[in-house]
Antibody, heavy 119, light 106 residues
Framework: QDQLVQSGADLKKPGASVRVSCKAS????????VTWVRQAPGQRLEWLGW????????NYALKFQGRVTMTADSSTRTAYMELKNLRSDDTALYYC????????????WGQGTLVTVSS | EIVLSQSPGTLSLSPGERATLSCRAS??????LNWYQQKPGQAPRLLIY???NRATGIPARFSGSGSETDFTLTISSLQPEDFAVYYC????????FGQGTKVELK
């Protein structure tokens, strides 16, 4: 069954970096993109970017360019999202989701990873 | 950036009633309008893709319609498990989401 399993919650200080992992099934890794979305308290869902695990092509939201890096390791079927130079307003639930080309939508979601940025 | 505005912010209804949720875009949506449901403590779940297609396993009481800048999600007869927050999402240029409509028990 296709599913995405994310790493656990993380607490970081301002200025630090965080890396969130997202382990996928074989089918997902070979057929779909992986998108990253975050949900800050009281805010709407916000798209950070996308990676094709098949060839490593990425597409980042303008807002996060220069601060976010998305990678994928096909040997472990794991996608990663690293966000640098963290600020308090980066505190949010970070989700990975499968970007399935047949529906052009995010059809399977990870359980979410809470990243808290606090001194 | 295309901004999606959802209305109403909160919809208070009883089980069995019809729910009509609106999503308005700041520009014409040229590429795929999708709807998601989110319950407390859970990740979003895809309901409708490409304006009107139900995702796998989604009951027929959920339907989507619309075009250009105005889109609607309709739940024909609310079931107890449908009380949740609903988000629209588009992917022209890059994906953006609406602010959500909460469907709550009256």
């Amino acid at each position: 069954q296709d599913q995405l399993v994310q790493s656990g919650a993380d607490l970081k200080k301002p200025g630090a970096s965080v890396r969130v992992s997202c382990k996928a099934s074989e089918h997902t890794f070979t057929t779909s993109g992986v998108t990253w979305v975050r949900q800050a308290p009281g805010q709407r869902l916000e798209w950070l970017g996308w990676i094709s695990p098949y060839n490593g092509v990425t597409n980042y939201a303008l807002k996060f360019q220069g601060r976010v890096t998305m990678t994928a390791d096909s040997s472990t079927r794991t996608a990663y999202m690293e966000l640098k130079n963290l600020r308090s307003d980066d505190t949010a639930l970070y989700y990975c989701a499968r970007d399935y080309p047949l529906v052009h939508a995010f059809d399977i979601w990870g359980q979410g990873t809470l990243v808290t940025v606090s001194s | 950036e295309i901004v999606l505005s959802q209305s109403p912010g909160t919809l208070s209804l009883s089980p069995g009633e019809r729910a009509t949720l609106s999503c308005r875009a700041s520009q014409i949506v040229t590429s795929y309008l999708n709807w998601y449901q989110q319950k407390p403590g859970q990740a979003p779940r895809l309901l409708i893709y490409d304006t009107s297609n139900r995702a796998t396993g989604i009951p027929a009481r959920f339907s989507g319609s619309g075009s250009e800048t105005d889109f609607t999600l309709t739940i024909s007869s609310l079931q107890p498990e449908d009380f949740a927050v609903y988000y629209c999402q588009q992917r022209s240029n890059w994906p953006t989401f609406g602010q959500g409509t909460k469907v709550e028990l009256k």
